[in-house]
């Protein structure tokens, strides 16, 4: 069988193959072996019903061209013509798998109606939960002016200043003791019993 196979398929594509090309492009299909394809090749080669070429460590075969009738000019410009007519045809139809592959993805990316369905419905739950919130804020009997909020700002910016001077004045005042104490820093804290912002990871806020 295997010859049959390889001869058909040679004077079909009428081109020059590899033994490499030739069990690449009919394994899959007929389940061809390697050595079973180099062992046809070279006995069709043997019986003249193919030609072989050997280009280096290479060999190519090719179907015996002597069979084929004489193509006149005129056929082969007919042939270029149907060529570029074929290939414009086939990029067209790329192009256009392309645009449908496009679409396909985004289709397929979007929500489907009952997945849209079940979002309206969860916002809605959404806004209803909020509007009952604003309701319940704005009824509330009483609420703080925009006066007490001001008032609360400054004592925030009050406080914080004091912090940052305190500390400040910590700072410098345990920096003048240690200047003069033999033991290190952390030990000096910890006989005095001090605590810093840093032991607790907390800071004086931006005013």
């Not at 929500?111 to 509330?140: D, W």
Request: net charge neutral; aromatic share 6%.
């Amino acid at each position: 069988m295997t010859p049959g196979i390889l001869l058909r398929y040679l004077q079909e594509q009428n081109r020059p193959y590899s033994a490499q090309d030739v069990f690449g492009n009919l394994q899959r299909e007929h389940g061809l072996g390697k050595a079973a394809v180099v062992k046809a090749l070279e006995q069709l080669a043997q019986q003249g019903k193919i030609r072989e070429k050997t280009y280096g460590k290479q060999k190519v075969y090719f179907a015996d061209q002597d069979q084929f009738d004489t193509v006149s000019d005129a056929d082969l410009q007919s042939l270029d013509t149907k060529i570029v007519a074929l290939t414009a045809k086939v990029q067209g139809l790329q192009q256009s798998c392309r645009h449908m592959e496009a679409e396909l993805k985004e289709l397929t990316s979007a929500l489907t109606t009952p997945e849209m369905q079940r979002e309206i419905e969860q916002l809605k739950a959404e806004c209803a939960g909020f509007a009952e919130r604003l309701r319940g804020i704005k009824g509330a009997p009483k609420r703080v002016t925009p006066e007490e909020k001001e008032q609360v700002h400054r004592e925030r910016q009050r406080f914080c200043r004091e912090w940052r001077t305190r500390k400040r004045m910590a700072t410098e005042l345990c920096e003048a003791i240690l200047e003069g104490y033999p033991k290190s820093k952390k030990q000096f804290f910890e006989e005095v019993g001090i605590e810093t912002d840093e032991d607790h990871n907390v800071a004086p806020p931006d005013p």
